[in-house]
T-cell receptor, first 113, second 114 residues
């Protein structure tokens, strides 16, 4: 089945640790995105990538890093510099450049303990 | 920054009734999309309306777009309990060099009661 897979579903992090969230898609999409969702709020864009080996900062990139070494994969690292990392993280992909519909993974809930 | 703002924030209706949600945005757009999110899950694309379209239908969904007022509405007719979810509008202003950047609103929580 084609789709976009995020793992793990739940992640716990101690303060000061870096953690990496996985996002894999087999839809052959060029563009991939990471969003953060806080309770009662909409989605805010962290990073996006339109093509392999290229990515751009979104609206709230501070404290996060990404890589795009393969078309299928767009991992997000939440670094210790992110002061409030507890949130629901959503990965999405879309065909580039003319199709705007985004396909989302099921999300990773990150909690700092 | 949030581009879209949905109204109302929460809506509770009886099964069989119609549900209307509104979205306002601030800048020029290429298209506007509506997504649905069940609690704790990812978003699912519902419908896309382009900036040169005024109305679009998909099953029980009807979307309107008024670019002069920078607003859109989503109507769900004959609602069902399974429609209970959060609904988000997302605006696409495009990116230099192609691709799209979706900016999401804060969402409307819809509850459909039996």
């Amino acid at each position: 089945d084609g789709g976009i897979t995020q793992s793990p579903k739940y992640l716990f992090r101690k303060e000061g640790q870096n953690v990496t969230l996985s996002c894999e898609q087999n839809l052959n999409h060029d563009a991939m995105y990471w969003y953060r969702q806080d309770p009662g709020q909409g989605l805010r864009l962290i990073y996006y990538s339109q093509i392999v080996n290229d990515f751009q900062k979104g609206d709230i990139a501070e404290g996060y890093s990404v890589s795009r070494e393969k078309k299928e994969s767009f991992p997000l690292t939440v670094t210790s510099a992110q002061k409030n990392p507890t949130a629901f993280y959503l990965c999405a992909s879309s065909i580039n450049p003319h199709r705007a519909e985004a396909f989302f993974g099921q999300g990773t809930r990150l909690t700092v303990v | 920054s949030q581009q879209g703002e949905e109204d109302p924030q929460a809506l509770s209706i009886q099964e069989g009734e119609n549900a209307t949600m509104n979205c306002s945005y601030k800048t020029s757009i290429n298209n506007l999309q509506w997504y649905r999110q069940n609690s704790g899950r990812g978003l699912v694309h519902l419908i896309l309306i382009r900036s040169n379209e005024r109305e679009k239908h998909s099953g029980r969904l009807r979307v309107t777009l008024d670019t002069s007022k920078k607003s859109s509405s989503l109507l769900i007719t004959a609602s069902r309990a399974a429609d209970t979810a959060s609904y988000f509008c997302a605006t696409d202003a495009g990116l230099t060099g192609g691709g799209n950047k979706l900016t999401f609103g804060t969402g409307t929580q819809l509850k459909v009661e039996l």
